[in-house]
């Protein structure tokens, strides 16, 4: 029992093993068995492997590959640090820790080793994609000179470190300085200001004039007014022209005059809109002028409020670029009325179909019907 008692201790416990190292590499290296049987940092390897349930090992391969090639220096490595007497080790230390001389006290020098051995295992697993030792313990021999002049060792040290310094002893070749820069990027504190909430009961909008119309935003539905729509080339009403002008009067709810009119735009009618509104381009090329029937449009709605769907972001722009509202005028729009019908969309065509109305889309004389229509309901039921 002695043999083997003695046969363990020095090939497994005293002195590694490269096989066994080996083994452990091989069987269990993704937990980063073999790091800690040679001393080395394998936690990382162990958390790797254990937090992925088993799914880190595509990280944890390369890194045991790089390590079986690292093995035999490790071995030789923890070897050579059991089978080196104490006083070498004294020495070695000295001579990392700026040549301190060996006056200091085997307590503080057996403190600064401890901490000088940690430090080489982190710094190891640091720079293990690096094959040169010499780098790693020239970094860790920077550290430790930094860790000498704390005040643990000030005192015990501070003669040694002086004269030390007055010496002409040249630093190794492999020294180098690793300095740690952990300025934190700062945002710049953004300023919140609360918005304030505006009524938006009325809008101006600029016209061709030096005048601005004001434009008044109703929510109470009125019984008198005009229900207007129109029809246009396009939807820009800087660009676009009007080809249909369609408004009806009506007074205590009831209809009193229709207004109704083709416009030529002096221009071709594409496809698409001759097949959306059903206007062909010989009726527009037989249409009035707008400026013949501005005024006629301007007296027929007077001061009534103007009725229309989507009128406050469609209709009332068109009319104002073209000069047929010059004054101050107050809108109704039936488009968030449809919203509270919670139909499929709140389009006229849609609105019919509720309402059960029969007659033709983008036409605007039967939209404003349509329109009229809503109104109503929404008087009724809202």
Same mark, same amino acid.
């Given at each position: 029992m002695k043999k083997i008692k003695d046969l363990i201790e020095k090939n497994f416990i005293k002195s590694k093993n490269i096989w066994l190292a080996y083994l452990l590499a091989i069987f269990l290296g993704t937990f980063g068995l073999h790091r800690f049987y040679l001393k080395k940092n394998g936690l990382k390897m162990l958390l790797i492997t254990v937090l992925t349930l088993g799914?880190?090992?595509?990280?944890?391969?390369?890194?045991?590959?790089?390590?079986?090639?690292?093995?035999?220096?490790?071995?030789?490595?923890?070897?050579?640090?059991?089978?080196?007497?104490?006083?070498?080790?004294?020495?070695?230390?000295?001579?990392?820790?700026?040549?301190?001389?060996?006056?200091?006290?085997?307590?503080?020098?057996?403190?600064?080793? %401890?901490? +000088?051995? !940690?430090?080489?295992?982190? $710094? *190891?697993?640091? /720079? &293990?994609? =690096?094959? #040169? @030792? %010499?780098? +790693?313990? !020239?970094?860790?021999?920077? $550290? *430790?000179?930094? /860790? &000498?002049? =704390?005040? #643990? @060792?000030?005192? +015990?040290? !501070?003669?040694?470190?002086?004269?030390?310094?007055?010496?002409?002893?040249?630093?190794?070749?492999?020294?180098?300085?690793?300095?740690?820069?952990?300025?934190?990027?700062?945002?710049?504190?953004?300023?919140?200001?609360?918005?304030?909430?505006?009524?938006?009961?009325?809008?101006?909008?600029?016209?061709?004039?030096?005048?601005?119309?004001?434009?008044?935003?109703?929510?109470?539905?009125?019984?008198?007014?005009?229900?207007?729509?129109?029809?246009?080339?396009?939807?820009?009403?800087?660009?676009?022209?009007?080809?249909?002008?369609?408004?009806?009067?009506y007074i205590d709810n009831k209809e009193i005059a229709v207004f109704n009119e083709y416009i030529n735009p002096h221009t071709k009618l594409s496809d698409f809109i001759i097949n959306l509104t059903g206007i062909s381009q010989d009726v527009v090329d037989h249409g009035k002028e707008l400026n013949d029937i501005k005024d006629d449009f301007i007296s027929f709605y007077g001061d009534l409020p103007l009725v229309g769907h989507y009128i406050n972001g469609f209709d009332i722009k068109f009319l104002i670029a073209n000069n047929l509202v010059i004054k101050n005028v107050a809108t109704i729009d039936t488009l968030p009325l449809a919203r509270k019908l919670d139909l499929e969309n709140a389009k006229l065509p849609t609105v019919k179909k509720f309402l059960g109305i029969n007659n033709n889309s983008h036409d605007s004389l039967d939209d404003c019907y349509t329109t009229n229509a809503l109104y109503q309901f929404a008087k009724e039921n809202f």
């Open positions: 799914v880190g090992v595509i990280i944890t391969y390369p890194m045991l590959i790089l390590d079986l090639i690292r093995i035999p220096s490790w071995v030789e490595e923890c070897n050579e640090n059991n089978l080196t007497p104490p006083t070498e080790k004294n020495i070695q230390t000295n001579q990392s820790s700026k040549h301190i001389n060996n006056t200091v006290t085997s307590t503080s020098l057996n403190e600064s080793m %401890s901490i +000088s051995t !940690s430090l080489n295992e982190s $710094l *190891s697993e640091s /720079l &293990s994609m =690096s094959n #040169s @030792l %010499s780098d +790693s313990l !020239s970094a860790s021999t920077f $550290l *430790s000179d930094n /860790l &000498s002049s =704390s005040t #643990s @060792l000030n005192n +015990s040290l !501070s003669t040694n470190i002086e004269e030390t310094n007055s010496s002409n002893i040249d630093k190794p070749r492999n020294s180098q300085v690793i300095s740690y820069d952990f300025k934190p990027k700062l945002q710049p504190v953004m300023e919140f200001e609360p918005k304030t909430k505006t009524k938006k009961k009325s809008t101006r909008t600029k016209t061709n004039s030096s005048e601005t119309i004001k434009i008044s935003r109703l929510r109470k539905l009125r019984d008198d007014y005009v229900v207007v729509d129109i029809e246009t080339t396009g939807l820009s009403p800087g660009e676009d022209k009007i080809i249909q002008l369609s408004a009806i009067k």
